[in-house]
């Protein structure tokens, strides 16, 4: 008989040798893709997601246009490899309906759709591999896609998933445990410390739930942290790319060598 | 399928540009040349082999071009006499071309989903072709067998999708590894029944190793079952991995032709010739085998203008694919030396 794998061993290691509120290795990329006006690919361990943003822009259907916003239209496609086991989920899959409109309702509120009126703004989420944390990287990946669009948004929107197994609190979860183990996808706002959103799909007891939340949110902070210095890598290098063309200066903050 | 819509001003400026002595094109291309091709494989972890294509990518932020990720999933499929499951015997291919919204935004879902039927169709028909078939992709002869899916996902289109998506698939291919398996079978516990059989006909003087005429287990001496007896390793390369074809799409403007269209110049120039040659080894490069054919666009092809098109399309197929097999190897080297790294630093 194959043995069972432990969640969390005695030596306080999980299966993947993290520690309990160890993340995995994020990376980000923020390189234009395609045609889209801002794109994101992040990576949680080995979960990846493409995210592309196109607009404000002009709806392609009159009828979706909202006279006094916005309207974000969200569109997830999970690549028919993505998963351990081959499936093809066909687009009006119960399950990516829901990431997509979880996605939406997530967003809504934080991007400042009242500055484009009568204009959409298209998010399409690909996701290219999936290993636990998939609606986490989606909005991770969808709040810097945003940012990298240009379109003004409130603040950051960090996602984390949460577990709990028996008592210990987790962070961060693989598909392996996030089968067997209960588990809470918190997205934080960390200037202002609101919580975007909350959702959970299994039990769990209620004096465990405050102390996951709270992890969670602070998770959510380094998280933060991660995202930022990606974007202002981006920007600066941006900065540079244009800067290096207008004026003479150095723009790397060293003082020019006085030869004289 | 163009991504960009042209006046006719357009259209006949970048046609008369084509046309003129010495051609002209927007990037200061010649009419043979392609733009930048960069490929990496291995870059979906839990897919049995795959890769990832962009042609004309932007040197300097990654961005434009047309990009593809292509990733091979084997699955164990039963051969049943039943016709209830499609599984063959010797296993099968099946190709899914699909792409993602972002990669044309123009289209409605409709005709996306059109359009990947149609690049599909090619694909699978050309790839799944009996004469390119693996043949180790059998499992248990008559039981079980591996289906190999092949999927492809648009990511952006900036051109020359035909060419891109039969690169990604041929890498892809090439760097699928099929799991090796055991067969295992069951032995009826042979001694035992012979000998309880011997004592009970000892008296009748009946032949011992005769069986019973119920008794269908000693039927069994072919496998029933196999298991995969090295669970880290990652198996072996599918057979015949040289002979999966590359495509060459000739743009059509008599009496010129050229290659790697970029998206305006597909919109101008909507004759297009698909070429897809196999180069098999034994026959010495010399002798490729050309595998399809395809028209697309509108107008008249003269039988000697297509013979003349399949010669010059199969010198540019060479050229092709001699570019991707090194690079391909010098994939299949990078990675193992990694591997053999990271084995090395496990260790110490």
Redesign the interface.
């Known amino acids: 008989m194959s043995s069972r794998v432990e969640i969390l061993n005695d030596g306080g290691y999980r299966s993947d040798g993290r520690r309990q509120f160890e993340l995995r290795e994020v990376t980000i990329n923020l390189?234009?893709?395609?045609?889209?006006d801002g794109?994101a690919i992040i990576t949680h361990g080995?979960t990846q997601v493409?995210v592309?943003v196109?607009g404000p822009r002009e709806a392609?259907m009159r009828s979706q246009t909202i006279h006094d916003r916005a309207n974000i239209n969200v569109?997830v496609?999970v690549?028919?490899?993505?998963?351990?086991?081959?499936r093809?989920r066909s687009?009006g899959d119960k399950r990516i309906l829901e990431i997509a409109s979880t996605l939406k309702s997530t967003f809504e509120p934080v991007v400042q759709t009242t500055l484009y009126p009568r204009s959409q703004i298209?998010v399409?989420v690909?996701v290219?591999?999936q290993?636990g944390g998939l609606l986490q990287t989606c909005i991770n990946g969808t709040t810097l896609a945003l940012i990298n669009a240009g379109i003004p948004m409130l603040d950051f929107v960090c996602a984390v998933t949460g577990g709990v197994h028996s008592t210990s609190p987790l962070l961060d979860l693989t598909t392996l445990e996030e089968n067997d183990v209960p588990h809470v996808t918190v997205a934080i706002m960390p200037k202002t410390g609101k919580v975007a959103l909350v959702t959970m799909e299994t039990r769990l007891h209620v004096d465990r739930f405050e102390e996951i939340f709270r992890l969670a949110g602070e998770a959510g902070k380094v998280l933060h942290r991660e995202m930022k210095s990606a974007v202002m890598g981006r920007t600066s290098a941006l900065v540079d790319?244009m800067g290096s063309q207008g004026t003479g200066i150095d723009r790397d903050g060293d003082e020019p060598m006085n030869t004289a | 399928m163009s991504t960009v819509l042209l006046s006719k001003a357009e259209k006949s400026y970048i046609t008369a540009g084509l046309k003129q002595n010495p051609p002209q094109r927007a990037d200061g291309r010649h009419l043979t040349d392609f733009r930048l091709i960069s490929l990496e494989t291995g870059i979906a972890d839990l897919a049995n082999g795959s890769s990832r294509i962009s042609i004309g990518r932007n040197v300097n932020d990654n961005g434009g071009g047309t990009e593809i990720f292509a990733a091979t999933k084997l699955e164990v499929e039963s051969i049943s006499v039943a016709e209830t499951s499609e599984g063959r015997e010797g296993g099968r291919l099946a190709i899914n071309v699909s792409c993602s919204p972002a990669a044309y935004p123009h289209l409605t879902q409709i005709t996306l989903e059109d359009y990947q039927h149609d690049l599909t169709a090619i694909l699978h028909a050309t790839l799944s072709h009996s004469s390119l078939h693996p043949n180790n992709l059998s499992i248990i002869p008559g039981k079980k067998s591996w289906l190999l899916h092949l999927d492809l996902l648009i990511l952006s289109d900036a051109g020359n999708i035909h060419d891109a998506l039969f690169l990604a698939a041929r890498a892809a291919l090439w760097d699928t590894k099929v799991p090796k398996t055991r067969s295992v079978e069951y032995k009826a516990p042979k001694s035992n029944i012979t000998g309880s059989g011997a004592n009970e006909a000892s008296d009748m003087d009946v032949d011992t190793a005769a069986t019973s005429g119920f008794s269908t287990r000693t039927h069994l001496t072919h496998a029933t079952d196999f298991e995969l007896p090295d669970y880290w390793d990652e198996g072996e390369v599918l057979n015949g991995r040289d002979r999966w074809p590359v495509c060459v799409t000739l743009n059509l403007v008599p009496p010129i032709h050229f290659l790697d269209a970029t998206p305006q110049e597909e919109a101008a120039v909507p004759r297009r010739l698909l070429l897809m040659f196999s180069f098999p080894p034994s026959s010495s490069s010399h002798e490729p085998t050309l595998q399809a054919m395809r028209t697309l666009g509108t107008g008249e092809l003269s039988l000697a203008q297509i013979k003349d098109l399949i010669q010059i399309g199969q010198k540019h197929a060479l050229d092709l694919y001699t570019a991707l097999n090194v690079k391909l190897k010098d994939e299949d080297v990078r990675r193992t030396l990694k591997a053999q790294e990271r084995f090395a630093s496990a260790r110490r």
């Open positions: 390189a234009q893709q395609g045609h889209a794109s080995l493409l592309s196109f392609k569109d496609n690549a028919a490899f993505s998963a351990g086991e081959r093809k687009r298209d399409y690909t290219l591999q290993d790319a």
